[in-house]
């Protein structure tokens, strides 16, 4: 399994609602990462995860609540998110072996707050 | 302030050309430089890796990397309109202790049959 999978890969969601994104990787990568992309932007970086622990956060708002159960599960919870959230939602693992660095993207959840 | 900087764009080039994409990046200790291709409502794809100076070649595609500039380039030979999209450069940044990817804000590159 070479794969980063995201569920789901569309979502409509109103101000008022609680939902989840959901990632998944079954290549032993120890390395987690959350990226917001806007349209015609490139991927921002929102959180990363280590060794099932947060390590960086680039300082995003509380309404996003990123958790990572185990070394394979990454979850972002949203929660009284804004319309300016609309975005596609990308998650990412990597891995290190001495200089070499791999880096695997999944398709993204494409995110509408209405 | 760790920024990775791209020529916005747009690019058009003929097919069969050469197009050269450039990036510069802030952090003089970085050691891993990507090229990413990323097609309108997709993920972005992995095209290239390079670590040392130099350059390093896959099929039609050469990346160039000068540290001492704080550089890297991508060149795709004989450029074919499915080579259309927008491509980002990435550079591995530490943070804390962590590794994380920043990208620079891309190159729409057409290529005209």
């Known amino acids: 399994d070479t794969e980063v999978t995201q569920t789901p890969k569309h979502l409509v969601m109103g101000m008022t609602n609680k939902k989840s994104l959901k990632c998944e990787q079954h290549?032993?990568?120890?390395?987690m990462y959350w990226y917001k992309q806007k349209a015609k932007k490139p991927p921002e970086l929102m959180f990363v995860?280590?060794?099932?622990?947060?390590?960086i956060n680039e300082s995003v708002p509380s309404r996003f609540s990123p958790e990572c159960p185990n070394s394979s599960l990454l979850n972002l919870h949203l929660h009284a998110l804004q319309p300016e959230d609309s975005a596609l939602y990308l998650c990412?693992?990597?891995?290190?072996?001495?200089?070499?660095?791999?880096?695997?993207f999944g398709s993204g959840t494409r995110l509408t707050v209405v | 302030q760790k920024e990775v900087e791209q020529n916005s764009g747009p690019l058009s080039v003929p097919e069969g050309a050469i197009a050269s994409l450039n990036c510069t990046y802030s952090?003089?200790?970085?050691?891993?430089f990507f090229w990413y291709r990323q097609y309108s409502g997709k993920s972005p794809e992995l095209i290239m890796s390079i670590y040392s100076n130099g350059d390093k070649e896959d099929g039609r595609f050469t990346a160039q990397l000068n540290k001492a500039s704080q550089y890297v380039s991508l060149l795709i030979r004989d450029s074919q309109p499915s080579d259309s999209a927008t491509y980002l450069c990435a550079v591995l940044f530490t943070q804390g202790g962590s590794e994380k990817l920043v990208f620079g804000k891309g190159t729409k590159l057409t290529v005209n049959p």
């Open positions: 990412a693992s990597s891995f290190r072996t001495g200089t070499n660095y791999g880096y695997t």
């Open positions: 995860y280590s060794y099932e622990k947060l390590s």
């Open positions: 290549m032993g990568h120890r390395a």
């Open positions: 952090d003089r200790v970085s050691q891993s």
